[in-house]
């Protein structure tokens, strides 16, 4: 008999422990301790609870804890005294069966890991799908994991144990994350596809119109036909539309159409939402499916998938909602190609730049060709045609990775978007006097470099000082410097990103002001120029609260945070209210990277945060 939350909200304290024994190894206070957060309104609350415990037990408990797990193949597995959860997983990994090269290997990563850190390495084996790594996933991550540094690696140790509670409570209450699985699957499936080059090392490329970015775009329409979208179609920049009719719409077009019955998917059925006969209006949602080059596979992709997850379901339940929804898959966000980052969702919004048409790749290949070799039309005429009508849509709303650390630092699954932050750059220099560093005394130095090292201080200082704004000088140099000059010349950038355009302004405005009152007081000159600016994109009030109450369904406690990344979202923020949800990653929530993961736990959560948005919109149509 599975456990239930009716079960474990009515047992005493020592019940509740009894219930959830095993949960955490050889640890049974972490239970006791979370008994009294009581009830419980979904598993996911109780595993927060669990993981809170343990945040708040303090550096010795955990320790403790992590002490309280045995060696991956180490010599409680050789002596049988694992425990029964143990044995099941260490022996799914393969683990019990190595050879005897891998068992040698293994022994010497447990000894240098023990030498180094002073507690076990901990690895959840079964990894984020839940169905097992493979021995050579688990060797490469002890491997890199050995690298990291203490504090970084007690933390992660604990992530870890908290997955492996996760999966151990999925089975102690027969709960499987379907929808999570689906999602997890799909992105599988989509990295498989890969450019020339990055394939055949196993590495994920995907870049603007190439066979591999086509060969997904292929792959996601049919997925969406199968879900039972009533439109999948690739538009003029490469974008995979698909279109779930709200009941308006589909008895409209029935009307027309008396006799549908063709299943889903009808191509060329009524692209352009203008001129439909029908008065809902849609919610638009996606994200970007390019990747950068050597990147992860959810960053963009999780955003189209889970949206279209959605849509299955609501399909299998043959339910149609007061408002049609419009899911895409933008072709091109990271501008790896062609200088034209953002172009997917921009085409949307008549932010395409038709100089953008004769912009070669690094072969040569202008843009306009690679549209024409990818099927497309490749003008401007059809691109404009794409450009939505604001007052047709609801919104936007677009779920995102994270692309941090912070969601795996606070044990939590989500996060509702505050703001994406608004960013300006600039490329400076400050000129003094080079002269020679033997005969020059100290007092009568015109040295640019230090005048800048000064500012960079300043910078960090200032950045430091308000919350949600990060100021960063990522280039300082001395050209032509010189080991026996002092420095006559220093370029320097200036990075300065917030939530706000005023907060960023107001940072930007003091750091100029410090340059210059540094520059006199040394006696130096200095030049600089604005060379980017981005308006901030807060969420839109309502479309953010509608988010926070789709999360607080879920159980979980509610966070919210600024988006230090731009998003498609930035793009449609210029002419309709969007908010943004995030997902924790994996690996401490490293992004542009192979290493970018997910759980199928943490999906599925999202896939439900996505379905209460669209009930909790649906009710207020009504
Ligand atoms: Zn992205």
Known sequence: MPLTLERINAATQAEFAALLDGTYEHSPWIAERAWAQRPFKSLAQLKFAL??????????????????????????????????????????????????????????????????????????????????????????????????????????????????????????????????????????????????????????????????????????????????????????????????????????????????????????????????????????????????????????????????????????????LPYGLEVIAFAEEEGQRYKATFLGSGALIGHFDEAWLAQRDADGVSMRDAMHAAGLPGTMETIRAMQRDPARYLGFVEVHIEQGPVLAELDLPLAVVTSINGGVRYQGEVIGVASHAGTTPMDRRRDAATAVAELALYLERRGSAVPDLVATMGLLEVPSGSINVVPGRCRFSLDIRATTDGVRDACAADVLAELAAICARRGLQHRLEETMRAAAAPSDPVWQARWERAVASTGLPLHRMPSGAGHDAMKLHEVMPQAMLFMRGGNAGISHNPLEEISNDDTELCVRAFQNLLELLAGGLK
């Open 51 to 320: 993981a809170s415990v343990v945040r708040e037990a303090g550096r010795d408990a955990q320790l403790a804890l992590i002490r309280a797990h045995p060696e991956l193949a180490g010599k409680a597995m050789v002596a049988g005294t694992l425990t029964a959860e143990s044995t099941h997983e260490q022996g799914k990994a393969g683990l019990t069966d190595c050879t005897a090269a891998e068992f040698a290997q293994i022994q010497r990563l447990n000894a240098d890991y023990n030498a180094r850190f002073g507690f076990p390495f901990i690895l959840a084996v079964r990894g984020p799908r839940g169905t097992g790594l493979a021995k050579a996933q688990i060797i490469a991550a002890f491997e890199r994991r050995v690298a990291n540094h203490p504090d970084f690696e007690l933390a992660e140790c604990l992530r870890n144990i908290h997955r492996i509670a996760e999966i151990r409570l999925n089975d102690k209450f027969g709960a499987t994350p379907e929808l999570g699985n689906q999602v997890w699957d799909w992105a599988e499936a989509l990295a498989t596809e890969s450019d020339p080059g990055y394939q055949e090392q196993g590495q994920l490329t995907v870049t603007y119109l190439t066979p591999a970015h086509q060969a997904c775009a292929r792959r996601l329409q049919q997925w969406m036909r199968e879900c039972g979208f009533d439109e999948a179609h690739i538009d003029a920049v490469g974008n995979v539309v698909g279109v779930y009719w709200g009941h308006d719409e589909a008895e409209a077009r029935a009307r027309h159409r008396p006799s549908p019955g063709q299943g889903s998917g009808g191509e060329g059925s009524g692209h352009s939402p203008a001129g439909d006969p029908a008065s809902s209006r849609r919610l638009l949602t996606g994200s970007h499916y390019d990747t950068v080059r050597n990147g992860g596979k959810y960053d963009g992709r999780l955003g189209i998938l889970v949206p279209m997850a959605c849509v299955r379901e609501l399909h299998r339940a043959g339910r149609r």
